[in-house]
């Protein structure tokens, strides 16, 4: 007598929520990773299943810069006060590479490769790793971010007389102490960088010494010119 046939079980399909399909236990089992595009759109941290390829490409890409926030969903900051104060930070840092670079001491020292762990912070704004916004959500970045600023700002002001040598004395108000474009009552003329104190800017209706000086001189010797043709 033949055995009886046993009814084979029926295993249900696991969806993936970061690709949307459905796969078998072997290729889905149930690993959890948080889900980029619900970051991005909805600043959603909690952990979805997911399977084994989308997990190892995520794992791969977490640390990678490539979500250009400005571009996919510029709102999130205007929504996340943490995520704005990293942008405004990251900003001040690419302000202050710039006297770095000039600068022998900082070049000696290696100063900005204090941003070693995170390099992309040195050459943009835009750019961000998943794992940057998961530790803008747990505040690490920020904290992190806030220490770099202290030491960058610190040799500028304080322990390199060169590049304290290249900061700004406003021309409308004229006074002490020296203000640098990384400072936060400051406002930088678009056209020539000059800084001016947001307080003196606004008195002057946004217009820019220098920008006038160049213009007029611009404009005498336009004048001379035409006088020597005549």
Known sequence: ???????????????????????????????????????????????????????????????????????????????????????????????????????????????????SDRQHFAENVDAYSMQDLIDVNTGVLLEYLKNIQTIFIKHIKEDCKLCYGKGYICEVCGEEPVIFPFDAAVTICQKCQSVYHKLCWTKRNQQCRKCERVLRRSLQRLETLTVDDG
């Open 1 to 115: 007598m033949l055995p009886e046939k046993s009814e084979k079980t029926w295993i249900e399909a696991r969806r993936c929520d970061y690709d949307g399909k459905y796969y078998c236990h072997v290729c889905h089992r149930n690993s959890v990773s948080v889900i980029p595009a619900r970051v991005i759109h909805n600043w959603d941290f909690e952990e979805r299943k997911i399977c084994q390829s989308s997990k190892q490409f995520l794992s791969l890409m977490a640390k990678r810069p490539v979500l250009k926030l400005q571009e996919i969903n510029p709102m999130l900051f205007n929504f996340v006060e943490e995520l704005s104060l990293v942008k405004k930070i990251r900003e001040d840092i690419l302000l202050m590479k710039k006297y770095f670079i000039s600068c022998k001491d900082a070049t000696e020292s290696r100063i900005l490769w204090k941003l």
